[in-house]
């Protein structure tokens, strides 16, 4: 090989490699398929107060913090339109706690309430509220029990367990794993 052949190979192949990476890189965000959410297995926490019945009308949600060894875990206490496998269902409302830690890298993750908003600020479609990351522009949606459906987020946001005393919601544990602190 001379010299010259050189000039026209590296380029060949710093292109070829670009293109490969960005292949791969295509399938993993768009088509690779990624686990759902099944029947949670719980971890015992806390018993903490979160809101009161009656208290966030459908598709409005609450922030709260549930207390960990680790430290305090942001979370969200959802009102649905329907039930959700994990959630709390109480009559005709239903209520959802999902974690605000992606588990892709560990960013906060924001309540989305209008989809026309979500097309430009996260490059998505989406046809009802949901939870996006801002970091990696990640999207979860509440209706699929926090699952992961959009972005490089792999796996759906860990729930928290809720339960009912007379008009008070509590969060009373956890799911497990805790992603991303608990690993896989």
Not at 20 to 39: A, D, I, K, Q
Not at 121 to 131: A, G, I, S, T
Request: charged share 20%; hydrophobic share 40%.
């Amino acid at each position: 090989m001379r010299r010259r052949d050189l000039v026209f190979y590296i380029p060949v192949a710093v292109a070829g490699g670009f293109f490969l990476w960005l292949g791969v890189r295509t399938y993993n965000l768009r088509f690779r398929p990624r686990p759902g959410v099944g029947e949670p297995t719980w971890k015992e926490g806390p018993k903490v107060a979160v809101a009161r019945r009656g208290e966030l009308a459908v598709w409005q949600v609450k922030p709260f913090e549930y207390p960990l060894p680790l430290g305090p875990l942001r979370a969200f206490l959802l009102r649905l339109p329907e039930p959700v496998l994990g959630g709390l269902s109480l009559g005709e409302e239903h209520y959802l706690a999902l974690s605000r830690i992606c588990t892709h890298q560990g960013c906060t993750v924001n309540y989305v309430p209008d989809p026309e908003a979500a097309s430009i600020l996260y490059n998505v479609r989406f046809e009802r509220p949901f939870l996006g990351c801002p970091c990696h522009f990640g999207a979860f949606d509440p209706l699929l029990g926090g699952k992961a459906v959009y972005g490089p987020p792999r796996y759906p946001l860990p729930r928290l367990r809720l339960e009912a005393e007379g008009d008070t919601l509590y969060a009373t544990g956890h799911e497990v794993p805790l992603r991303p602190m608990e690993g896989s």
